[in-house]
T-cell receptor, first 115, second 111 residues
Framework: DGGITQSPKYLFRKEGQNVTLSCEQNLNHDAMYWYRQDPGQGLRLIYY???????QKGDIAEGYSVSREKKESFPLTVTSAQKNPTAFYLC??????????????FGDGTRLSIL | RKEVEQDPGPFNVPEGATVAFNCTYSNSASQSFFWYRQDCRKEPKLLMS???SGNEDGRFTAQLNRASQYISLLIRDSKLSDSATYLC????????????FGPGTRLSVLP
């Protein structure tokens, strides 16, 4: 089945540690996105990428980094500079930007907690 | 003014009731519109796209009013399983941060 796979489902980070969240899609979508959701809150955009080897900061990029070396993959690194990383992280993808009537599709998320 | 606004609720309705949610958006250049459903501690899932002429999918009806810049979602004959948060999403069509999410409206359908 085509879809978006996020791993791991749960992740624990020690103080001062960098951790990387995986996001892979086999939908042949050009655009990929990372969101953060805190309890009872809406989605906030961290980074997005419209094409391979290109990505842009979203609204809350500080303390995070990404790469887009392959169309299928858009990993997110939560660095030690992110002081409050505990949240639900969602990866999404969509077909190319010109077809704006196409929706986003989401992975089932990674829940990150501080040890 | 936020780009996409929704009444946060919660809406508590009995089973079988009809409930409607509204969503307003500020960018008049917005091109496409969607309703997503998000269950507690799960990812958002596409419920339906919203077309200019309005569209229906079973018990769910979505409407768009471009002149007033709002979209609506009507749920008829509510089921317990409809309990979730409903997210209004607008695609503003720019290259880049094109999807804008509303904060969501929480629905609880009570037995």
């Amino acid at each position: 089945d085509g879809g978006i796979t996020q791993s791991p489902k749960y992740l624990f980070r020690k103080e001062g540690q960098n951790v990387t969240l995986s996001c892979e899609q086999n939908l042949n979508h050009d655009a990929m996105y990372w969101y953060r959701q805190d309890p009872g809150q809406g989605l906030r955009l961290i980074y997005y990428s419209q094409i391979v080897n290109d990505f842009q900061k979203g609204d809350i990029a500080e303390g995070y980094s990404v790469s887009r070396e392959k169309k299928e993959s858009f990993p997110l690194t939560v660095t030690s500079a992110q002081k409050n990383p505990t949240a639900f992280y969602l990866c999404a993808s969509s077909i190319w930007v010109g077809q704006s009537n196409q929706p986003q599709h989401f992975g089932d998320g990674t829940r990150l907690s501080i040890l | 003014r936020k780009e996409v606004e929704q009444d946060p609720g919660p809406f508590n309705v009995p089973e079988g009731a009809t409930v409607a949610f509204n969503c307003t958006y500020s960018n008049s250049a917005s091109q496409s519109f969607f309703w997503y459903r998000q269950d507690c501690r799960k990812e958002p899932k596409l419920l339906m796209s919203v077309y200019s002429s309005g569209n229906e999918d079973g018990r769910f009806t979505a409407q768009l009013n471009r002149a007033s810049q709002y979209i609506s979602l009507l749920i008829r004959d509510s089921k317990l399983s409809d309990s979730a948060t409903y997210l209004c999403v607008v695609n503003i069509g720019n290259y880049g941060q094109n999807f804008v999410f509303g904060p969501g409206t929480r629905l609880s359908v009570l037995p």
